[in-house]
């Protein structure tokens, strides 16, 4: 089976809002409900699990159930930081499913990945073990020499910018995160970087700059601006 673990775990403190921005209405309808329902859709996802702050699950579901998001099965609990949250639903989703199932792993906020980039996920999972959304990096990189200033310029040709979902079959992801456990690794931003500390090869699936992470106030806008667009091209 393939598996979404939709990580919602977060506060959001830099969008500057009172809820958290996995939870912020837009459109009259919550982000993260644009993000389950791609998955939702999509004809190769089995199931779905959430990992949820605290406080949340009740609303969660409630939303689950009103927007016919009927792939949802669980939801566990978050972490103190993203690589505790990730691992708390890897570790439920190891109780649940086979250890070769596929589980990508995806940030609530980004509501606006396609079912190509889902799609592109799961097969070069299947192929390689291992699927880490990318895009190539479009601009110019430095590297700080200080604070303030800098004498390096880093090769872009040699960039790739990671996104979600990133996918791995169940137990090796387990595995990853027992085994930084073990070594002390705690604080690993995202799975990509958990594997890479490890040692451990991964390879690349098909991104896209419209696949959009919601941290500031400015995403927001610009995703209000891709709904328009994406609703605009709906109706033509």
Request: proline fraction near 4%; include cysteine; glycine fraction near 6%.
């Amino acid at each position: 089976m393939n598996i979404a673990l939709i990580i919602a775990g977060g506060s959001g403190q830099r969008m500057q809002q009172e809820i958290p921005k996995q939870f912020l209405n837009v459109n009259d309808k919550p982000v993260i409900i644009y993000t389950l329902e791609a998955f939702q859709s999509h004809p190769d996802i089995d199931k779905i699990g959430v990992v949820c702050l605290d406080g949340w699950y009740d609303i969660l579901r409630a939303y689950a159930r009103q927007y016919g998001i009927d792939k949802l099965e669980w939801i566990a609990p978050g972490g103190e930081n993203g690589q505790a949250s990730i691992r708390s639903g890897v570790f439920e989703a190891e109780r649940r499913y086979a250890g070769d199932d596929i589980i990508l792993v995806h940030d609530a906020i980004r509501p606006m990945v396609s079912q190509e980039i889902i799609s592109d996920c799961i097969v070069q999972c299947k192929k390689h073990g291992s699927a880490i959304v990318v895009t190539p990096c479009n601009t110019v990189v430095l590297r700080r020499t200080t604070e303030e200033s800098s004498q390096e310029v880093v090769l872009r040709e040699e960039l790739a910018v990671t996104q979600t979902p990133q996918a791995f079959p169940i137990k090796r992801l387990a595995d990853a995160h027992r085994k930084a456990l073990e070594l002390g690794i705690t604080n690993s931003i995202a799975s990509c970087t958990l594997m890479v500390e490890l040692g451990e090869e991964i390879f690349f699936s098909i991104g896209a700059e419209t696949n959009i992470k919601l941290t500031t106030p400015d995403d927001l806008k610009i995703f209000k601006a891709l709904l328009a667009l994406r609703d605009a091209g709906a109706r033509t």
